[in-house]
């Protein structure tokens, strides 16, 4: 099953199952978050849920899509009353590809770089036997449900970055339920976007490069295989299509398993609140920063992986404002 969130002036929030170029707007629950808590509550399937919900009120897919409707998609799920209680975050060096981009950023003279070998521990030991634990991944912090974007919203490069670049992966959406135990509600197409340009000059600048506005959308799939994966990344200039490539995920094209990095990123406690919702980008396969892009402003990403539905597009936007130092008053 496919669902989308959507906003209206005047209606305000609403869910909506995927029914080809129609959207099932659903009955009671007003957004995926609320679905799953319901579901969880009734201890039914989220997909089930969602269809004993489903209404007879449809919307025209494709204007909402192609922004000629006053509804507008959002990301494809958050914690709708407090976003701060979405925590946004990653694993890198999943992909043998984004690995090797990351070792040629930082390669000097050693033979082998601190991001091939630790994507090598995930080669050896990513993908252990079921119910025991494999090496750990890298981790990452994004930030906030308030870093969140859905389709069709610009992508931020703040005052203060050096660059800001597309990274085409899928993520896994999750809420914790009321024993602490992460539930995954599904995937969905991502654009997990950092600055390349910070992260080069020092990979000890990982961890800020990282704090950006990204995108995933618009829709959420409930039971997507996640196996072999294939989709392409684009960019688009003035109108015309300046770089592209295919691109692969899925466990057979990954060093962890999923269930891995799911291991390693609710072993901790606090990552365990009940309530709390989790959006955790899987890693990417390729980008345009690798090969020598420079994104410009009104630049336009696009990512689409077969299975997920339609493409995630997101615009440029460069803060042309001069930065400002931000002081820390006495109390």
């Known amino acids: 099953m496919h669902l989308v969130q959507l906003k209206h002036l005047k209606e305000g929030r609403r869910a909506a199952i995927v029914d080809g170029a129609r959207l099932h707007l659903l009955k009671t629950h007003r957004t995926l978050y609320d679905l799953a808590q319901a579901a969880l509550e009734a ?31 959002l990301q494809a799920f958050d914690h709708p009353r407090e976003p701060a209680r979405c925590l946004v975050s990653g694993t890198g060096l999943t992909h043998k590809a984004s690995a090797q981009n990351r070792a040629n950023m930082h390669q000097q003279q050693a033979a082998i770089t601190d991001s091939m070998r630790m994507y090598e521990w995930g080669v050896e030991g990513g993908s252990p036997a079921a119910g025991e634990i494999g090496a750990q991944p890298e981790w990452f912090y994004k930030g906030n449900g308030l870093i969140l974007r859905g389709h069709g919203d610009p992508l931020l490069i703040p005052a203060f970055a050096e660059d800001g670049g597309e990274e085409p992966e899928i993520a896994g959406v999750y809420i ?35 704090l950006r506005t990204c995108s995933i959308g618009p829709e959420l799939v409930t039971d997507a295989a996640f196996d072999l994966v294939e989709g392409e990344v684009g960019i688009e200039r003035g109108g015309r299509t300046l770089w592209s490539r295919p691109i692969r995920s899925g466990e057979s094209h990954m060093c962890h398993t999923t269930a891995n990095l799911e291991h390693h990123h609710f072993k901790y406690p606090e990552h365990r609140r009940p309530g709390d919702a989790h959006v955790h980008f899987f890693g990417a396969d390729a980008f345009s920063f690798g090969e020598g892009i420079a994104l410009e402003d009104g630049d336009v990403m696009s990512v689409s992986f077969a299975g997920f539905g339609r493409a995630l597009k997101n615009t440029i936007r460069i803060d042309r404002f001069a930065q400002e130092c931000v002081r820390a008053l006495p109390l």
């Open 176 to 210: 914790v339920d009321g024993e602490g135990r992460p539930r995954r509600v599904g995937l969905t197409i991502a654009n997990e976007f950092s600055d390349h340009k910070m992260e080069k000059r020092n990979y000890l600048y990982l961890a800020p490069s990282k």
């Open 43 to 73: 201890g039914k399937k989220f997909a089930e849920t969602a269809e004993e919900d489903r209404s007879s009120s449809t919307l025209d897919y494709d204007y909402i899509y192609q922004d000629r409707s006053e509804w507008q998609l």
